[in-house]
């Protein structure tokens, strides 16, 4: 089943960096343009110089944002901003945060993970998602130019007993090595495990479990194909972080999709053709459009349209697909043929945000923004362990983990 190792990880040196909440960043794929600007304005050894570079107009094979990527990790471990321990470790990591005012703790460790091929019968890795191509070129890239694995991916594991949560919780009661506020206002707070026996039972009880991923395709598929180019052993692994599926702290929100290039006629006969599938219902505000989502029972699909100013609620019953695929395949597909076939083109976007989906539409910027509930954990750990796999961005694990607390340097 699942192989992990403890790993000599690199930190940055607290002796150097004051403020270790000024150095870090959230997973490359969540951060906007405007957020990858404030984090290279916040400290000139912040990790999104490594993470994710700007382009220059003239950059080149030889002089580009990979490069120079390769070029701030090696000074900054040559000048000790960055400083490997001595000991194989694994990390304790806890993230204390607030959802729709409920208090919450969600605990877990990083460590490195053996990679191996999804789907096959072995496996104890499994994804959640599709893939796209473009996000692993470029990540290819990247880990070709640093032999380094910068952010973790995120993997679930099942241990009802919460063995491996008292084991951590023990360790947690000691004073962390970090212990920051990010820019959410999330609490986060890091330990480093070298008890050798500590570290071996973790190993050992990981050892029969099966795994999920849930943030982290893209890393996990271009680390094994990397490793596969390289054959070396220590290319092998790739840094992890672990939490279990019983725990207080799993929270997966809706992504939200926003659609852009549907004209005022595709936009008119798309709402004549949902009625054929859905019973459709005029909503008057954003709190109902929340209600209305909310209030769906286990039988039914609900997903709520957002359209020149005005709330559509649409409702499925006694289907039993996960949401996001109900959404894609009887909405998304539908809308993209439809403006297809009179010369347009959809394009699509995600977020998070509710209020950020509305101002989009009202600012003119998307057409449509389509609104829809989160998918729940075991729907998730579900389609993971069949085999089968949802669109992209079809869940949103929240908080993200941070990139920057622990580095694995090949």
Not at 158 to 181: F, G, H, V, W, Y
Not at 287 to 316: M, Q, T
Not at 369 to 384: C, E, F, G, Y
Request: aromatic letters at 10%; proline letters at 4%; a neutral charge.
């Amino acid at each position: 089943m699942a192989v992990i190792a403890p790993l000599k990880g690199t930190l940055y040196n607290p002796e150097k960096i004051k403020d270790l909440s000024k150095v870090t960043a959230p997973p490359y794929d969540v951060i906007s343009s405007q957020e990858q600007e404030d984090l290279y304005n916040s400290d000139p050894h912040n990790i999104i110089h490594l993470l994710l570079g700007k382009e220059l107009p003239e950059d080149n094979e030889k002089e580009n944002k990979y490069t120079r990527a390769r070029t701030f990790l090696n000074e900054w471990r040559e000048k000790g901003v960055l400083k490997q321990d001595k000991e194989a470790c694994i990390y304790a990591y806890s993230q204390e945060f607030e959802v729709e005012g409920q208090d919450k703790k969600r605990i877990g460790f990083m460590a490195l993970l053996k990679l191996e091929d999804f789907d096959t019968e072995k496996s104890s890795v499994h994804p959640h998602e599709n893939t796209l191509t473009a996000p692993k070129v470029d990540r290819t890239k990247l880990i070709s130019s640093i032999e380094a694995n910068l952010g973790p991916v995120f993997a679930i594991f099942s241990d009802e007993e919460k063995t491996i949560d008292n084991i951590l919780a023990r360790e947690m009661a000691k004073q962390p090595i970090i212990d920051i506020m990010d820019h959410q206002g999330i609490r986060n707070k890091f330990w480093r495990i070298s008890d050798k026996d500590t570290v071996g039972a973790v190993v050992r009880l990981m050892k029969d479990k099966k795994l999920f991923i849930a943030d982290g395709h893209h890393r996990y598929e271009v680390a094994l194909e990397f490793s596969k180019a390289k054959k070396d052993p220590k290319y092998g692994y790739i840094l992890t972080y672990f939490t279990d599926v019983y725990g207080d702290g799993i929270v997966v929100l809706p992504t939200h999709r926003l659609l852009a290039g549907a004209d005022d006629s595709v936009l008119s006969d798309f709402k004549d053709d949902l009625k054929k599938t859905f019973i459709l219902e005029d909503i008057s505000s954003k709190i109902a459009a929340g209600d209305f989502l909310s209030e769906a029972s286990p039988s039914e699909k609900r997903f709520v349209l957002y359209i020149k100013g005005k709330f559509i609620g649409l409702r499925l019953d006694n289907n039993d697909l996960l949401d996001v695929t109900v959404l894609h395949d009887l909405v998304i597909e539908p809308l993209k043929k439809k403006a297809a076939s009179r010369g347009g083109k959809i394009l699509i976007d995600f977020t998070k945000d509710l209020d950020y989906a509305i101002k989009m539409v009202d600012e003119g910027k998307f057409s449509v923004s389509a609104m829809l509930n989160s998918t729940k954990i075991t729907q998730v750990r579900d389609m993971a362990f069949s085999g089968k796999r949802m669109p992209q961005k079809s869940t949103y694990f929240y908080p993200k983990v941070l990139t920057g607390l622990v580095i694995n340097v090949f």
